[in-house]
């Protein structure tokens, strides 16, 4: 997960999110919690005749965690992204207007923000695992995922087992499952609250090399002051998949809506022009 450049800037309704989800953020690792893409304050509200209960009336409320470009981030005043575009896809089959709450993934991955109603839905580059799914329900899978590493230039090392071996410093996001994974083969990472973060600390030579999603690192990459000292050293293929999370024991019109909105775009190309869109590549061009 978690996770780019553009800093957190909290509207109106984004300080009353704020407010209410303060207790939550003691679940994470000092995230903030606050931006939204629209007014309206958050309130639970009954189901329309034959829709899902909804946090806000006539919004589908998403809990994220910026930035994690390109999945979702800031431009401007408006969050967007391929989680923004893909949630979107059922917003509009509902009649929906989304709108995105910024807090800590680790309250997200918890199941605490949808629990707490802070949110109807999580979009956050979030992997399904058996870990969540005892506090989540997820949706069926709507992107497949890999993990990368990212080090400087003429480091020289290619494997996890090399930067063992040469007793290299690795950095990791917190609460990923890329920290996971590493942890794993016996790692020992230094962890950073958020990409922003972990990306600086290797900047900055905190670190050697950085574990984190492909997309996140090769969206990194394209930026010229990133790409003339670091380069992508090695794809990790963890076999993961990334879900839209909903509160355990979902409303099942809001699930069946999202499954149904995922594997039609699929089925239709929408799902390859979004997926064109924020990659530049197809599905499976990746690497």
Same mark, same amino acid.
């Given at each position: 997960?978690?996770?780019?450049? $553009?800093?957190?800037?909290?509207?109106?309704?984004?300080?009353?999110?704020?407010?209410?989800?303060?207790?939550?953020?003691?679940?994470?690792?000092? /995230?903030? @919690?606050?931006?939204?893409?629209?007014?309206?304050?958050?309130?639970?509200?009954?189901?329309?005749?034959?829709?899902?209960?909804?946090? &806000?009336?006539?919004?589908?409320?998403?809990? @994220?965690?910026?930035?994690?470009?390109?999945?979702?981030?800031?431009?401007?005043?408006?969050?967007?992204?391929?989680?923004?575009?893909?949630? *979107?896809?059922?917003?509009?089959?509902?009649?929906?207007?989304?709108?995105?709450?910024?807090?800590?993934?680790?309250?997200?991955?918890?199941?605490?923000?949808?629990?707490?109603?802070?949110?109807?839905?999580?979009?956050?580059?979030?992997?399904?695992?058996?870990?969540?799914?005892?506090?989540?329900?997820?949706? $069926?899978?709507?992107?497949?995922?890999?993990?990368?590493?990212?080090?400087?230039?003429?480091?020289?090392?290619?494997?996890?087992?090399?930067?063992?071996?040469?007793?290299?410093?690795?950095?990791?996001?917190?609460? @990923?499952?890329?920290?996971?994974?590493?942890?794993?083969?016996?790692? *020992?990472?230094?962890?950073?609250?958020?990409?922003?973060?972990?990306?600086?600390?290797?900047?900055?030579?905190? $670190?050697?090399?950085?574990?984190?999603?492909?997309?996140?690192?090769?969206?990194?990459?394209?930026?010229?002051?990133?790409?003339?000292?670091?380069?992508?050293?090695?794809?990790?293929? &963890? /076999?993961?998949?990334?879900?839209?999370?909903?509160?355990?024991?979902?409303?099942?019109?809001?699930?069946?809506?999202?499954?149904?909105?995922?594997?039609?775009?699929?089925?239709?190309?929408?799902?390859?022009?979004?997926?064109?869109?924020?990659?530049?590549?197809?599905?499976?061009?990746?690497?």
């Amino acid at each position: 997960m978690g996770l780019s450049f $553009v800093s957190r800037r909290a509207l109106a309704v984004g300080a009353m999110v704020v407010a209410g989800a303060l207790g939550l953020s003691a679940c994470g690792g000092g /995230g903030t @919690t606050g931006a939204s893409t629209s007014d309206g304050a958050s309130s639970s509200a009954p189901a329309a005749a034959g829709g899902p209960k909804l946090v &806000t009336p006539g919004k589908l409320t998403t809990c @994220t965690n910026l930035p994690y470009e390109p999945f979702q981030f800031k431009e401007g005043n408006k969050v967007v992204g391929f989680d923004v575009d893909i949630v *979107d896809l059922a917003a509009k089959k509902l009649g929906l207007t989304q709108e995105i709450v910024d807090i800590d993934f680790a309250v997200i991955k918890s199941g605490a923000a949808m629990a707490a109603g802070k949110c109807d839905v999580a979009a956050a580059g979030m992997t399904i695992t058996p870990e969540r799914k005892a506090n989540i329900d997820f949706s $069926v899978p709507y992107f497949d995922a890999t993990q990368a590493l990212l080090a400087k230039k003429g480091l020289g090392v290619k494997t996890l087992e090399e930067i063992k071996a040469k007793n290299l410093r690795l950095g990791a996001q917190a609460s @990923t499952t890329g920290l996971d994974y590493v942890r794993k083969q016996g790692l *020992d990472p230094k962890e950073f609250a958020d990409s922003p973060k972990e990306l600086l600390g290797l900047q900055s030579g905190q $670190v050697d090399v950085i574990v984190q999603d492909l997309p996140v690192v090769l969206t990194w990459l394209k930026k010229p002051e990133i790409a003339d000292k670091f380069e992508l050293v090695a794809s990790l293929d &963890t /076999g993961e998949q990334y879900g839209i999370g909903l509160k355990k024991g979902a409303d099942p019109v809001l699930l069946k809506t999202i499954n149904d909105s995922i594997t039609e775009a699929k089925s239709d190309g929408t799902y390859d022009q979004i997926f064109v869109k924020w990659f530049g590549k197809k599905p499976g061009e990746l690497g």
